[in-house]
């Protein structure tokens, strides 16, 4: 499987953006998609993740009700959208593919190159 990211940039607080995550390879229907997140100094954290076969969705708690995480299946395209952005957003968002268990635990096996996101105050 090989993902590319797209869409970060430099935006002030309570602004919105929408990141892409393209995806390519074997197929998708038994993996979940998944975006987490590395702030600086900080570990990676886990932001959001949905199912290619019923879209069924989970959301940390820190993005819940302001970021929305859907897919496009005939572009094997996953989207983040962003909304409410605040400057504790700013980190570098990496999105993964794996079965649902490796997305859970934080060890998927595919990644997505990364995509900066930095929110102004």
């Known amino acids: 499987v090989q993902l590319q990211a797209f869409g970060g940039g430099l935006v002030q607080a309570g602004d919105s953006l929408r990141l892409s995550c393209a995806a390519s390879?074997?197929?998708?229907?038994?993996?979940?998609m998944a975006w987490f997140r590395q702030a600086p100094g900080k570990e990676r954290e886990f932001v959001a993740r949905?199912?290619?076969?019923?879209?069924?969705?989970n959301y940390a708690d820190s993005v819940k009700g302001r970021f929305i995480i859907s897919r496009d299946n005939a572009k094997n395209t996953v989207y983040l959208q962003m909304g409410s952005l605040k400057p504790e957003d700013t980190a570098v968002y990496y999105c993964?593919?794996?079965?649902?268990?490796?997305?859970?635990?934080?060890?998927?096996?595919?990644w997505g190159q990364g995509t900066q996101v930095t929110v102004s105050s």
């Open positions: 993964a593919a794996d079965l649902y268990w490796k997305i859970v635990a934080g060890t998927p096996n595919y």
């Open positions: 390879g074997r197929t998708l229907s038994m993996y979940y």
């Open positions: 949905i199912s290619w076969s019923d879209s069924s969705t």
